[in-house]
């Protein structure tokens, strides 16, 4: 298949009727267009390898799909979700979320709620027991569809997890890490993914206000969902609080968050209004994967500085006036943290120290 077949197959299958939120298709579209054309790109370019492509193009696609089929099985049930998409996303979702159908913890996928570069969130329905009607399934996308711009940052002073969560002490596996061969980037997207479970893990049982995490397979994340049914949580850019005095509780609620954080050695890395759902008065933070220790990471004082200005950035538009540079110290130094590193004028990484915006 050809870059112009996957492009007029791709327009058939936009073409259909997929319910999801107005704002978000066309950009979710956007987003499954390049994945098709880097994998024709990645298809053109590894001659040597372009059979085992061609099998992950259409046959292990048409072999996932096929396990949607009751006739395959008898009378045992099946895995059939009632989310309508491409048969390119279907794809992902039958391989990635079949395994948590088939462990009891969900019923079925209602909605996507969310698609980016990095990860797809689907709202699905919860097995019963599970202790929620509703539950939210993060799908990473491969790592070959992947672009994780300077996440050497965040890597700097962490252990590499293997897919059980396990600190992987093997040196051939570390040394393929750090020499970023195929197997090192796999075992890297791995590690990526298990600290962010991990993370979720020790705050939430901390009491900070982050999704609980259920379970994780391969590339998913199963944790807690906000919102209803067909209607998710927006991020707190997108909320307009009703007053100061709301807004004012709300902002003393997050340095409450960012300070039991760095009680429990992890600063989240990317803080924002972007990263914090909003549901009638609920919020959680979301997105972990690039958290760091911050007696790890020589450019943590630095991360820690920028979410605290972030954060207070949004909060100035209901007149909340703070100083990040001086909260982020008076913290910094409150959990004891090494001081040094507060000087923004220490040149610790070899090229200098710049942080991506």
């Known amino acids: 298949m050809n870059a112009n077949q996957l492009s007029q197959l791709l327009e058939n299958e936009e073409s259909e009727d997929i319910p999801e939120y107005p704002r978000r298709r066309r950009s979710l579209a956007k987003t499954e267009k390049k994945d098709l054309e880097s994998l024709v790109l990645f298809t053109s370019l590894s001659r040597k390898s372009k059979k085992k492509i061609k099998k ?69 329905r919860a097995f019963p027991g599970l202790g929620a009607e509703l539950v939210a399934a993060k799908i990473y996308r491969p790592r070959m569809f992947r672009s994780l711009r300077n996440d050497s940052l965040y890597r700097e002073g962490r252990i590499v997890l293997d897919d059980q969560g396990k600190e992987v002490h093997n040196d051939k596996a570390l040394h393929a890490v750090t020499k970023g061969s195929a197997y090192g980037k796999e075992l890297s997207h791995t590690s990526w993914l298990g600290h962010e479970y991990l993370t979720l893990e020790r705050l939430h049982a901390a009491g900070a206000d982050v999704p609980k995490p259920y379970s994780s397979d391969q590339n998913t994340i199963l944790m807690q969902y906000l919102g209803e049914e067909y209607q998710s949580a927006a991020t707190l850019n997108e909320v307009h609080l009703p007053s100061r005095s709301k807004a004012k509780n709300l902002f003393d609620r997050m340095i409450h968050n960012v300070d039991l954080m760095m009680a429990n050695k992890c600063i989240h890395g990317d803080l924002s209004a972007y990263n914090i759902l909003y549901w009638q008065g609920e919020v959680l933070i979301i997105d972990f994967p690039q958290a760091v220790n911050p007696k790890n990471n020589r450019s943590s004082f630095e991360i820690f500085k920028r979410d605290l200005t972030r954060l207070c950035q949004y909060f100035q538009r209901y007149d909340i006036q703070s100083n990040p540079v001086e909260l982020a110290q008076y913290l910094w130094k409150k959990h004891g943290y090494n001081t040094m590193m507060i000087d923004s004028n220490t040149d610790w990484n070899d090229n200098g120290r710049v942080l991506p915006e």
């Open 56 to 124: 992950t193009e259409s046959v292990v696609i048409d072999e996932i799909l096929q396990h949607s089929n009751p006739s395959l099985v008898g009378d045992e049930q099946t895995f059939s979700p009632t989310f309508k998409s491409s048969r390119h996303e279907r794809g992902w979702i039958m391989e990635y979320l079949e395994p948590f159908f088939k462990q009891q913890m969900i019923t079925d996928v209602i909605s996507r709620v969310k698609g980016g570069k990095e990860a797809n969130v689907y709202c699905c």
